[in-house]
Every structure is written in structure tokens, then in C-alpha cells.
């Protein structure tokens, strides 16, 4: 028999382990999936838009968005604007950040400003960033890098203070400057710290993303959301949360297994 | 004396974080699963704070509703038209004002029992263009916003652009080249900044937002609707089936009250207008409503002058032709958005299963027969739609 086969075949332990590693997830998914759909087609109240949202609506209205061909280029103006973000909180956030952690005299001066700064929910800042950029891609893209800017300034300043000491002690003692400090010894020893705080600021800029695109644009995930909700498609809406969720698992999977130390070495 | 020691004190926090958050969750869970209290069978009304809903809100100032029909608070204010329409699907509210083709996309993509009663005012949107934009095609490879996808003003508004060789597009920019006119989708209070800042080649909606950009400069009203499609009907007074069969009393209170209201607003527009921003109905300053409810001079030469487009009207009745026309001409309509539902719409056959008509047919009687409302004794008119 096949099945006898393979089960004394030498991949039992690998098969097994495979079998051990994706059946709490899935059983995990298909529980979640289950009560999904008690919740909005058994105990939700015939009349209730709830009944829309059900699982068994998403999937169709899923195929329709992809259909009308509007999802893939809201996704694709989505992750656009999401990378120009973080590029432009990376260029900004890294070089403050190596200040403020090399510079007592700067942490001093910045800290108060950064912790009052940091505090503000991005989306404060929308009816400003529109009045500034006007409508489009700019006050989505300004919005995200506001928000993850901090996650890279933050760690790039802790990495730099954590540097090894001697490290730099034995770069003094050969006379470098600070110039050739910052390229030979810092930068190198942060570059950990830094892939932490992009990490977490892809995070925060994916939850920022969505709303900042409700505001201003007409296009997009957050767009695709307001567009189901005015015609009252609550399908459509859940639908676009369903991709929403999705892409987040994928960007953070992805991240992880890019910055893993395993894959370093 | 016993003094406050630290475990006690960890405890007595942590017992408070648990009880607030079983209340927080307590509540969470009765209002996810019991719907919004009755208020005792009367009837309630949502509307937004717009001239467009003078007739609802000048019933409830003059007290014409009757205690016993309709709920004695206030009618709830919304501030979008998403937000009206999900309260009016969910039963939080009875009886509202809704865009004519909205309440035809609720009824056939929700399935949600909308019924139309009767008409809410007639005319009273136009086209604002801005300065640099002296005839229809110069707009080509500009955006002009609309209030809605699906509203009157896109669907005039498009059948307008293609009658001047433009091709209205949603989701792409527009091109100069190709004659194209990009739509977006905005919130009325964002189109005039939006105009004013060169965004927009123009925008569509309802008064007093022309208004306001002809007062403030930084555009002019082009066209108005009425002027294109005589006596249109804007929004439409909507309830649904369920109140229809179990309080048909009440529905024919509220039609009465409305219809008398609408008359009401027709002798005497600058008291309705005081009386809805003294009243704290509408939010904007009583001069704009007035100026929108009056309209003494227009501001260019109109193309028919004799059908008054400038003039919000307050007719009640709903006519066929109208419906039918309308739905015509929403299946041409580009939105963003599933159509589908229009595919297996008979246009002719709509009127009778969206509009209910018995009650406002009743109520006009009551307050003089249709003559009291305008020129059509018959109740039968031929759309007059005309481009130019």
C-alpha cells in the first residue's frame, strides 16, 4: 500500500514534524473561519447587514474586486506608497538617529522633542499633510513616514550606543577620525539595530497606511474600504480586510525571514 | 489604623482593571447583540445637515408630526450619506431623505426594503466650475467631484459631459488629449478648498456649496441641474417595507406632515430658512440657506428660464417617468462600483416595486389636491432633459 509505503519510508520524521508544525495553525484557521461565519450567518438576525460579512459573501465579492480589476492596483498603489514611506523615514530616521545616540549634547536637546513628537497619533497630522500636499500619493507617503520614523530613530540611536566600547577605544588608538569611526566601527555594529527598527516600522507604517488612505486619495486599500462602505457593499468591505490581513502576515513573514540571523549566517 | 500595604494595593488594581474590563466588554456585547432601543413604535428621522432636508426638518420645527406617529426628539442628525443610509438599514431610524438612485441601489443590492414615499424637493444642485473653465470642454483632463457615486448630480453630470463630446472616467487620470474627465468621490465641505486650490476643474452638488464659491470667488456656478433636467427629483423621503405594513398610520402621518411642510416652505422660504438655522437643524449660516432656498437672481444666463431651474422645488409627487428615466439613465452611469444589479433592472418596472405613492397621493388631497403643488393636475409629466 501507499500509504504503508510512505509511512515506513525514511521522511517519516520530517513528515511528521511538517504534519506537527501546520496542524495547530490550520486547525487554529479553520476554527477562527468557523466561528466567522456562526457569528454573522447563525447568530446574527435576518435582517442584520452582519449577514453580508459572512464568509461564504467575502470569497464572491473578493472574486468580483479582482474581477473589475481594481484590487490589484489598489494593492499595487498600497505597497508603493508603503516602501516611498519607510524609504523616506529610513533616510531621515537613520542619520538622526546615529546623531542623537553618538552625541550627548543632541540626545539632550532632541529628547524632549522626540518623546512629545512620538506621542502624536500619525493620523493628527492628515488635515495638515492634506493642506500641505494637497490630494494624492504626498499626504498618504508623509503620513506613513511620520509614523515610522520613530521605530528607526529610536533603535538606530540605542545601536549606537550600545556599540563596544573597545571597539572604538582601538579605533582612537589608530588615530581615526570620527568620520572613518562612523564607517568602520558604527555602522557595521548598528546594522541589527537598524533592521529591528525597520521591522517595526514597516508594522506601525502597514496600520498607519490604511486610514491615511481614506483621506484624500482615490486610490488604494483604505480608498477600496470608504468606496465599499458608500455603497454600502459590506462584502466588499470585509473582502478588502480579508487582503489587508493577508498582506500584513506576508510583509511581516517576509521581514523576518529576510533580517533572520539564521539566513545571515 | 491599617496601612495600605503594597499587595493589597496590586490587588485592589488588578481586581479594578478586571471589573472595568468585564463592564467594557459587558457592554461591547449588548450592543453587538441587541439592536437600538424602540422608541415606544413611534417613528424616528435621520437626515443630513443639508437644505435638502428642509421638508423633514420644518415639520419637526412647526410640530406637524403627531406625538403619537412619530418620536417627539429631534430628528438625528447624520454626516454622511453612508452613515444615514447604514442607521436606516440597521432600524435605528425609520423615515429619511436619500438620494433617488441610492435608494434604488439599496433596494436592489441589499435587498433592504427601501421604499420611496415621495419626493423630498426637486432641483437645487448645479455645476461649479472653476474660473479658468469658460465652456464644458475645458474641463477635459481635469477631475470634477461629485457627492456621490451614486447620486443625481453624477448622473447628470456624466450624460452632460458626453453630450459635449467628454468621456467621464473613474479610477484613471484624465487626459486633455482624449477628452477624458476624471470623477472622484468627496465630501461637499472638502470641494470648495479643493476648487479653490486648483484640484478640481469643478464639482457637482447641492446648495449652498455653489453658492458659497460663487460668494467667495473662487468659481461660478455653470450650469445648474434643473436647467438640464426640468424639475428633477433630488433626494426622496424613504422608509422601508416592514414600517409600511406594520405602522401604516404613522407612515401617513409623517407624509402629511412632510407635504404640509413642503407647502409651508414654499410660502414663506425666508422663514423656513430662519427657522431651520434657528432652530439649529442645519449648521450654516442663515443667509446661505436662504440665498439657496431663494435664489433671486441667477447668476447666468439660463439656458430655459422658464422652467426656473435655480428654484428648489417642493412637489411631492412622484412621477413614473421620472423613475424610469432615471434608472435609464443610471445603467450609462461609469461609477466605481458593482453595477451588476443594474443588468436585471427593468426600467419600467421599477417605479411600481421602489415607489409607494398612496400615502403622499392622500396627503395632497388633504392640503388641496395636486393643484396646490404645481401646473400637472394630471399627475403625469414628460421628462424634459436637454443638453444644451
Not at chain 1, 5 to 12: E, F, K, L, S, V
Not at chain 1, 30 to 53: C, D, F, H
Not at chain 2, 313 to 334: H, I, K, N, Q, W
Request: charge should be positive; aromatic fraction near 6%; glycine fraction near 8%.
Amino acid at each position: 500500500m501507499t500509504i504503508a509505503g510512505t509511512r515506513n519510508g525514511p521522511a517519516t520524521a520530517g513528515e511528521v514534524s511538517w504534519q506537527r508544525r501546520c496542524a495547530p495553525p490550520i486547525t487554529a484557521i479553520l476554527i477562527a473561519i468557523a466561528l466567522w461565519w456562526s457569528a454573522t450567518s447563525v447568530l446574527s438576525g435576518p435582517e442584520s447587514v452582519l449577514r453580508q460579512t459572512a464568509p461564504q459573501h467575502v470569497v464572491p465579492a473578493l472574486s468580483g474586486l479582482l474581477e473589475r480589476q481594481v484590487l490589484l492596483g489598489d494593492l499595487g498603489v498600497s505597497l508603493w506608497r508603503l516602501s516611498i514611506g519607510l524609504a523616506v523615514a529610513t533616510v531621515i530616521g537613520m542619520p538622526l538617529g546615529l546623531l542623537i545616540g553618538s552625541s550627548r549634547i543632541a540626545e539632550r536637546a532632541g529628547g524632549p522633542i522626540i518623546a512629545f513628537l512620538r506621542m502624536i497619533s500619525p493620523l493628527s497630522w492628515t488635515p495638515i499633510a492634506l493642506a500641505m500636499f494637497g490630494i494624492g500619493n504626498q499626504p498618504v507617503v508623509f503620513l506613513v513616514a511620520v509614523a515610522a520614523v520613530w521605530p528607526v530613530l529610536l533603535n538606530t540611536a540605542a545601536g549606537v550606543r550600545a556599540v563596544d566600547p573597545g571597539l572604538l577605544n582601538v579605533a582612537r588608538s589608530f588615530h581615526a577620525t570620527r568620520w572613518e569611526m562612523m564607517l568602520a566601527v558604527i555602522l557595521p555594529a548598528i546594522r541589527t539595530h537598524v533592521q529591528t527598527g525597520i521591522r517595526l516600522a514597516l508594522g506601525v507604517a502597514w496600520i498607519v497606511l490604511v486610514p491615511a488612505e481614506m483621506l484624500g486619495v482615490r486610490s488604494g486599500l483604505g480608498y477600496q474600504i470608504l468606496n465599499a462602505r458608500d455603497q454600502l457593499a459590506y462584502d466588499q468591505v470585509v473582502a478588502v480586510i480579508v487582503v489587508i490581513g493577508i498582506l500584513g502576515f506576508l510583509l511581516d513573514t517576509t521581514a523576518r525571514w529576510l533580517l533572520s540571523p539564521a539566513r545571515r549566517a | 489604623m491599617t496601612a495600605l500595604t503594597r499587595r493589597a494595593l496590586l490587588a485592589g488594581a488588578g481586581g479594578l482593571t478586571a471589573a472595568g474590563g468585564l463592564f467594557g466588554l459587558g457592554g461591547l456585547a449588548h450592543s453587538a447583540l441587541f439592536s437600538a432601543p424602540d422608541a415606544g413604535g413611534a417613528l424616528r428621522v435621520g437626515y443630513l445637515p443639508i437644505t435638502d432636508a428642509a421638508p423633514l426638518l420644518i415639520a419637526h420645527s412647526a410640530g406637524l408630526y403627531p406625538a403619537w406617529a412619530v418620536s417627539t426628539s429631534r430628528p438625528v442628525l447624520f454626516r454622511s450619506w453612508a452613515a444615514l443610509a447604514e442607521a436606516f438599514i440597521s432600524r435605528q431610524i425609520d423615515i429619511a431623505h436619500l438620494l433617488m438612485p441610492m435608494a434604488v441601489q439599496l433596494r436592489y443590492t441589499l435587498g433592504a426594503g427601501v421604499r420611496v414615499l415621495g419626493w423630498n424637493h426637486t432641483n437645487g444642485s448645479a455645476l461649479t466650475v472653476a474660473p479658468r473653465v469658460q465652456e464644458l470642454g475645458d474641463l477635459a483632463g481635469s477631475q470634477v467631484a461629485i457627492p456621490f457615486w451614486w447620486s443625481i448630480h453624477n448622473v447628470v453630470l456624466q450624460q452632460l459631459l458626453r453630450a459635449h463630446g467628454l468621456r467621464p472616467v473613474v479610477r484613471r487620470g484624465a487626459s486633455r488629449s482624449e477628452r477624458t474627465v476624471e470623477l472622484v468621490v468627496m465630501s461637499p465641505s472638502d470641494m470648495v478648498p479643493a476648487l479653490a486650490n486648483g484640484t478640481l476643474g469643478g464639482y457637482v452638488v447641492a446648495d449652498p456649496f455653489n453658492a458659497a464659491a460663487q460668494i467667495k470667488k473662487i468659481g461660478r456656478i455653470h450650469t445648474f441641474l434643473g436647467d438640464v433636467w426640468r424639475d428633477h427629483a433630488c433626494c426622496a423621503l424613504v422608509t422601508r417595507d416592514d414600517v409600511i405594513a406594520g405602522r401604516p398610520q404613522a407612515v401617513q402621518a409623517v407624509a402629511d406632515a412632510v407635504v404640509g411642510a413642503q407647502l409651508r416652505i414654499d410660502a414663506d422660504r425666508a422663514a423656513a430658512a430662519a427657522a431651520l438655522t434657528e432652530g439649529r437643524y442645519l449648521p450654516q449660516p442663515t443667509p446661505a440657506v436662504t440665498l439657496a432656498l431663494t435664489y433671486p437672481n441667477p447668476p447666468y444666463p439660463l439656458a430655459h428660464p422658464d422652467w426656473l431651474p435655480q428654484r428648489l422645488g417642493f412637489r411631492p409627487f412622484p412621477y413614473p417617468s421620472f423613475t424610469r428615466r432615471l434608472v435609464e439613465a443610471m445603467c450609462d452611469t461609469v461609477v466605481d462600483g458593482d453595477r451588476k444589479f443594474l443588468d436585471r433592472l427593468d426600467p419600467a418596472a421599477v417605479h411600481d416595486d421602489l415607489v409607494e405613492d398612496r400615502f403622499v397621493r392622500r396627503s395632497m388631497s388633504a392640503h388641496g389636491g395636486p393643484d396646490a403643488f404645481g401646473p400637472t393636475a394630471d399627475l403625469t409629466r414628460t421628462e424634459q432633459v436637454q443638453f444644451s
